[in-house]
């Protein structure tokens, strides 16, 4: 029987069990031996990392030929057009590379989000927009690069889930071990 830890990964804490350039690692939070990350997620986001004791369930999940898709919440500056929504929705143009097309929708802040340390950078003037946006790729950046490019920068970048795996009931830093058939 393999087994799978839903991490809800903190801000700051590097996706890997050896620490580097002063990063938390996830050694920091899961001591149990024989679990790897099955995908990455930057230093500079937080949320859902799955972790696993078992290789084809590792390629299940992270082999982009699975097409698991993934869920994030989006603190965007600016408030997003109907237009650069629809092109989120159609695919965007990163780098040299055309995003496959993704569900965004507008949402309110998410219900009893924890705060970010460092908090996040805000400008006076400039309101904030939260979006869910699900892909199924996972390019190095791209949720941050898609909506660069439609003009709306990220500001705060949460996974939520990964396919029907999900981060609700379990704080920043915490985890849930299961096992899975």
Known sequence: MSRLILFNKPYGVICQFTAELGHVSLKNYISLPGFYPAGRLDVDSEGLVLLTDDGDLQNQISNPKYKLPKT???QVEGVPTQTAMKKLCRGVTVKNYITLPAKANLMNEPADLWPRIPPVR???HIPTTWLQLSIKEGKNRQVRRMTAAVGYPTLRLIRFAIGGYTIADIAPG????????
Do not use: C, M, P, Q
Not at 174 to 181: F, I, Q, R, S
């Open 72 to 74: 994030y919440w989006v």
């Open 122 to 124: 805000f400008r006076k």
């Open 174 to 181: 915490g985890w849930h071990l299961l096992n899975t058939a």
